[in-house]
């Protein structure tokens, strides 16, 4: 695991959009693995300036996002398909059909799942996957003692993840109760993986993370067994390191 220390939550955005980019000028039908949150709205932005400016196209690349609620469609502001439409794929070149999130409103979550694991495959896996990281160290929603064997799975959120994720909604009460996300093992299929922490918030899971033991009770901590994953953290991240 390669440690990229930042000063601060811009220069850790403009880093990652400049290795993706990079990545989708290197392999133009890149698939990459996309991950949401506030940590990732200004990696986001720099994508599309970088984009704009330097003319990479996305038009053959394929996406794959880690994760999305369970009951909210893509009209709804607080579903993972409608913050990836709004804050990165309107502008960039992508066709949405080749963006794929998995379908909160499928009537048989358990199917979805399985297909969206298979789709993962018939791409011939993620190039390169963006990662944040939980208050608590789960990666995705896959949330402490999660098996790292998982693969695509329905998960109940802990009321942490929930509390922690409520400031986005209307109350605590509108943050759904379940998730679909890609399990553990599929994301350490991944090719490469960058994991991205900003703040005093991840303080404790980053220091887990650096220094503790590989452990379910720390999902991120399986990124240890990885060959090729760079975490990119900013002095406050890394504050109690
Ligand atoms: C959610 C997402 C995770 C994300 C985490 C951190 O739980 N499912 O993929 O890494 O939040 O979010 P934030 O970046 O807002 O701190």
Not at 135 to 151: D, L, R
Not at 167 to 176: C, E, I, Q, T, W
């Given at each position: 695991m390669r440690v990229i220390q930042v000063n601060d939550y811009a220069e850790m955005s403009q880093k990652a959009a400049e290795m993706i980019s990079e990545q989708v000028r290197k392999k133009p039908d890149s698939v990459l693995g996309l991950a949401t949150g506030e940590t990732m709205l200004g990696t986001y932005a720099a994508l599309v300036n970088e984009h704009q400016q330097h003319n990479t196209s996305y038009r053959d690349v394929r996406t794959f996002n880690l994760d999305e609620y369970i009951g909210l469609d893509a009209t709804h502001p607080n579903s993972y398909r409608y913050y990836m439409n709004e804050r990165l794929f309107r502008f960039l070149d992508i066709p949405l059909a080749q963006t794929y999130i998995p379908n909160g409103c499928a009537p048989l979550l358990e199917e979805e799942c399985a297909r969206y694991e298979r789709l993962i495959e018939q791409c011939g896996g993620i190039d390169l996957q963006l990662l944040g990281i939980g208050?608590?160290?789960?990666?995705?929603?896959?949330?402490?003692?999660?098996?790292?064997?998982?693969?695509t799975h329905v998960v109940q959120l802990s009321e942490s993840t929930r509390k922690a994720n409520a400031?986005?909604?209307?109350?605590?009460?509108?943050?759904?109760t379940h998730a679909i996300t890609m399990g553990i093992a599929t994301i350490m299929k991944s090719k490469q993986i960058i994991l991205l922490v900003s703040g005093k918030r991840k303080a404790w899971a980053v220091s887990h993370l650096l220094e503790g033991e590989v452990t379910p009770a720390v999902?991120?901590?399986?990124?240890?067994?990885?060959p090729n994953v760079i975490v990119i953290a900013d002095t406050e991240a890394l504050s109690h390191v």
């Open positions: 208050q608590n160290g789960h990666i995705g929603f896959n949330e402490p003692n999660t098996s790292f064997a998982s693969t400031r986005f909604f209307p109350s605590a009460d509108a943050v759904p999902p991120a901590s399986i990124l240890k067994a990885h």
